[in-house]
C-alpha cells in the first residue's frame, strides 16, 4: 500500500511519500500558495510521483493536514455569519461568562466582543424553549418567525447560519427543525446546529463552537471540494483523509460537516510525529518542538501519551472550543519571524511574519524586513548551498543587508543584532514551553526535547539549555515530521453526551443507554466510511468533578455494561486523577458525572520502524568548515565550525560541537559544549554540556 501525507504550513508545504510494503520512504518540499493552498499540494504530489517513479493512480491514501480553518479564525477572514437563537438569548456571545483573559488589565482585548464571529445585526431570536433536566418543550418552536429570521439573513448576504438554542444537548428537536426550515429558505447555506456540532452543556461555549464552525464552514468546504476534485483530475482514486484536532483522521464528508474538527489539524499532526519519533528511540516524556516559518508548536507527551485540552483551557484564538483537542500551544515564532522596534525603543521578534510571499530577505524575493532566518545567514548558520539541499539559493547580501539596517537603529554591531534575534525568539519559546511545564508542576528537566519543522533543529539545543533539558531529539526527517505524524494515526471520532449525575443516586440504566447509543452511531458513520463494526475499537471516557466544582477531569470509563462494581472503579479513577492533578482528593465527597464520551478508533496502515543507513563515517559526511558566532556567558565569539552531511554521518559515534548538520529538509546546529550522535533510528541525539 502507497500512502502520501501532506501538511501545508505557513511558508512550505511537506509531503513524505511512503510505500508501507516496502518500507520504502521518500520526502519534498513545496513552498505554500497561500492564495489557494491546494495549488502548492497538487504541484508537490506531481512532483514526488514522479520523482520516485510512481503513478498517482497507484496512491492508496492521501492524508492531509490543513491550516485553511486555523488561518480563517486567525485572520477574521471567514464567512458572514447569521445566529437563530432563543428569545432573549442574543448576547450570549458577546457577554460570556464575564471572564477578563487578563484579569488586572483596564485595557484589553476580548476576541468572542472585539472580532464577533456572529455580527449582532446578524443573530435573530425566535419564541421557542426546551427545559432541563430531560429536555422537554415548553415553549413550541415558532416555526414562521424561523422562516422569517432565515429569510433576513438571506437578504442580508447571510451566507452561514448557526442555530443554537438553549439546552439542545437534551432535546436537539427544536434546532434539527429550524434547520430544515432555514436550508428551505437559504438553500445555498452552510447551516449547523450546536447539538450536531458540540451536545454538551456550558451555553457560551458551545453557542461559540457551533459559530466557529458557521464562520469557518464555506472555506473549508470549499477548499476540501477544490482538493478531492483535483486529485480526481490527476487521476488519482485515493481516499483522502483530513487531520482532525483530536489527533485522528476523518474523511472529507465529516470535516465539510463538521469544519471545527480541523482547527489544530496540522498541529496535531506534529505532535504525533514527535511522539512516535521518540517512541522509536524508546523515550515516552518528551516536550515537541515544532518550528515553522510563521509559527512554532508545543506538545507534551507524558508516558507515551499526548495531552489533551480540557473545558478550562481548549480554545482557538482566544475563543473557546468544546470540542476534543490535543494540547498544543502556539505562539508566533518561525523562520520567518520580522524583528522590529516598539514605539518604546524596545527590540522584539514576532509575531508578524513575512510567510512564504515576500518571506525573509534572504529568500530573493523582495523581502526587506529583517528576520530569524535572515539572522542564522549572517551568523553562518545558513548556507546557501545547504537550503532545500541547494534547490533553494539563498541571498546572503540581502540578508547582511537588513540585518545591517536594523543593526544601526538599535546601535549595535550587525553580529550583536542578528544574534540578539536569535536570542530573544528563543527565550520566547522557552518561556512558552514553561507554561506548558513548570506552570502546570511539571519539570522538564525530566524530558527530552524533540526539534522538528523546517527551523526546530536550527534552535532546539539553544532553548533546551534555556531549559537546562538535557537531550534534544532531531528526527530523521525533521522538516517533514509533521507529514510523517499524518502516517502514524487512524481514523478516529468522538461523541459526547451530557449527563449531570450524582454519585449518590445514579441512573445506570441511562449511562448504560447513552453509551450504546453513542457507539451505534459512531458504528453507522463508520459503515459511512466503508469500515466493518470488527474493525472498531472503543474507548469510553467521563468528564467528571466533585459537586459544587466549577470543571471537570477526564477519567477512562471501564468497559461493558456498568455495573455497581464498575462504578465503584469508575470513581476511583476519579479520585486519583483528582490527586495527580491538584495534589489531594476528597473520598467523602459526592462525584458528579458531568458528560460521557466515546472515542471509536478503526486503524489505517502506519509507517514502520525507521533504520540510518549503515557505513558512514566522520570523515565522509564532513564538508567543510565555516565561521560562526554563538553567544557565551555575556559576549559573542566566533567559532570554528565543521559542517556535516547527515546522510553520511556514522551511527553511535559522539561528535562534538559547535557542528552544523545539513540535509534537504532542515539544518541542525550544535552549539560549543554540546555533542551529537546519529542513533540507530536515524534520529540525531544532541547531549548537552555545561557551557563555560
Known amino acids: 500500500m502507497k500512502m502520501i501525507g501532506v501538511d501545508v504550513g505557513g511558508t512550505f508545504t511537506d509531503f513524505v511519500y511512503s510505500d508501507m510494503d516496502r518500507g520504502s520512504l521518500a520526502i519534498h518540499k513545496v513552498s505554500t500558495t497561500p492564495s489557494d493552498p491546494s495549488r502548492g499540494v497538487m504541484q508537490g504530489i506531481v512532483e514526488l510521483c514522479e520523482r520516485n517513479g510512481v503513478d498517482p493512480s497507484e496512491i492508496s491514501y492521501v492524508l492531509h493536514g490543513t491550516t485553511t480553518a486555523t488561518n480563517a479564525v486567525l485572520e477574521g477572514k471567514g464567512a458572514t455569519c447569521g445566529m437563530i437563537t432563543n428569545d432573549g438569548f442574543r448576547d450570549i456571545i458577546h457577554i460570556g461568562r464575564h471572564q477578563r483573559p487578563e484579569h488586572y488589565s483596564i485595557r484589553q482585548d476580548i476576541p468572542w466582543q472585539a472580532r464577533p464571529l456572529v455580527r449582532r445585526r446578524f443573530r435573530k431570536t425566535v419564541p421557542g424553549r426546551i427545559v432541563p433536566p430531560t429536555g422537554e418543550e415548553l415553549v413550541p418552536l415558532d416555526e414562521e418567525a424561523v422562516r422569517r429570521a432565515a429569510r433576513e439573513l438571506h437578504a442580508e448576504g447571510v451566507n452561514s447560519v448557526a442555530i443554537c438554542f438553549l439546552f439542545s444537548f437534551l432535546n436537539p428537536a427544536h434546532e434539527n427543525r429550524a434547520k430544515e426550515l432555514v436550508q428551505e429558505e437559504m438553500p445555498e447555506a452552510f447551516v449547523t446546529t450546536s447539538s450536531f456540532i458540540s451536545p454538551q452543556f456550558r451555553e457560551f461555549e458551545r453557542f461559540t463552537t457551533a459559530g466557529l464552525a458557521a464562520f469557518i464552514g464555506p472555506k473549508v468546504d470549499r477548499y476540501i471540494a477544490h482538493l478531492d476534485s483535483a486529485l480526481r483530475d490527476l487521476g488519482m482514486t485515493a481516499e483522502l483523509r483530513i487531520m482532525a484536532s483530536n489527533g485522528g483522521v476523518a474523511t472529507p464528508k465529516m470535516v465539510v460537516e463538521k469544519p471545527a474538527l480541523t482547527l489544530q489539524s496540522g498541529l496535531a499532526a506534529g505532535v504525533l510525529g514527535g511522539a512516535w519519533i521518540g517512541a522509536q528511540d524508546g523515550r515516552d516524556r518528551l516536550i515537541t518542538l515544532d518550528i515553522g516559518g510563521t509559527s512554532a508548536d508545543i506538545g507534551i507527551i507524558v508516558d507515551g501519551h499526548v495531552t489533551e485540552t480540557d473545558a478550562r483551557s481548549t480554545s482557538i484564538a482566544g475563543f473557546p472550543l468544546l470540542m476534543p483537542m490535543l494540547d498544543i500551544h502556539t505562539i508566533g515564532a518561525g523562520g520567518g519571524s520580522i524583528a522590529w522596534q516598539d514605539r518604546g525603543g524596545a527590540f522584539r521578534v514576532g509575531p508578524q511574519s513575512a510567510g512564504a510571499e515576500p518571506g525573509p530577505a534572504a529568500y530573493g524575493r523582495g523581502g526587506t524586513l529583517p528576520t530569524v532566518t535572515d539572522a542564522n545567514v549572517v551568523l553562518g548558520r545558513l548556507a546557501p548551498q545547504d537550503f532545500l539541499g541547494g534547490e533553494m539559493g539563498l541571498d546572503v547580501a540581502a540578508a547582511r543587508q537588513v540585518i545591517d539596517a536594523l543593526a544601526r537603529r538599535l546601535a549595535m554591531s550587525s553580529e550583536e543584532a542578528a544574534e540578539g534575534i536569535l536570542t530573544i525568539l528563543n527565550a520566547n519559546m522557552a518561556n512558552a514551553i514553561r507554561s506548558r511545564t513548570v506552570q502546570k508542576g511539571i519539570d522538564p528537566r525530566g524530558f527530552a526535547l524533540v526539534a522538528m519543522g523546517g527551523a526546530g533543529p536550527l534552535h532546539g539545543a ?231
Not at 538535557?470 to 468522538?494: C, F, H, N, Q, R
Not at 466503508?530 to 459537586?547: K, L, T, V
Not at 477519567?555 to 476519579?574: I, K, S
Not at 486523577?577 to 491538584?582: L, Q, V
Open 462 to 692: 539553544e532553548v533546551a539549555r534555556m531549559l537546562s533539558i538535557p537531550e534534544i531529539l532531531v528526527p530523521p526527517s525533521p522538516g517533514i515530521t509533521s507529514a510523517m505524524g499524518l502516517l502514524t494515526t487512524d481514523l478516529k471520532y468522538d461523541l459526547a453526551r451530557t449527563q449531570f449525575q450524582l454519585s449518590t443516586r445514579v441512573d445506570l440504566d441511562r449511562i448504560n443507554a447513552d453509551l450504546a447509543s453513542m457507539e451505534t452511531t459512531l458504528i453507522r458513520q463508520f459503515a459511512e466510511d466503508h469500515i466493518p463494526e470488527e474493525a472498531i475499537g472503543f474507548s469510553r471516557m467521563a468528564d467528571m468533578r466533585y459537586q459544587g466544582q466549577g470543571y471537570e477531569l477526564n477519567v477512562p470509563v471501564p468497559a461493558g455494561v456498568l455495573d455497581a462494581a464498575a462504578l465503584d472503579v469508575l470513581w476511583a479513577h476519579f479520585h486519583s486523577a483528582h490527586e495527580r492533578e491538584y495534589g489531594h482528593a476528597f473520598p467523602g465527597n459526592p462525584i458528579e458525572i458531568v458528560n460521557l464520551r466515546s472515542i471509536a478508533r478503526a486503524e489505517l496502515p502506519k509507517l514502520g520502524a525507521l533504520a540510518a543507513a549503515e557505513g558512514g563515517s566522520r570523515a565522509a559526511a564532513f564538508e567543510r568548515t565555516v565561521e560562526t558566532v554563538f553567544r557565551v556567558g555575556s559576549g559573542l565569539e566566533s567559532f570554528k565550525t565543521s559542517v556535516y552531511r547527515r546522510a553520511a554521518l556514522p551511527v553511535g559515534e559522539d561528535i562534538p560541537g559547535p557542528a552544523i548538520v545539513t540535509q534537504k529538509d532542515s539544518t541542525t546546529v550544535v552549539p560549543p559544549g554540546a555533542s551529537f550522535r546519529q542513533l540507530p533510528s536515524g534520529s540525531l541525539l544532541i547531549t548537552l554540556g555545561d557551557l563555560k
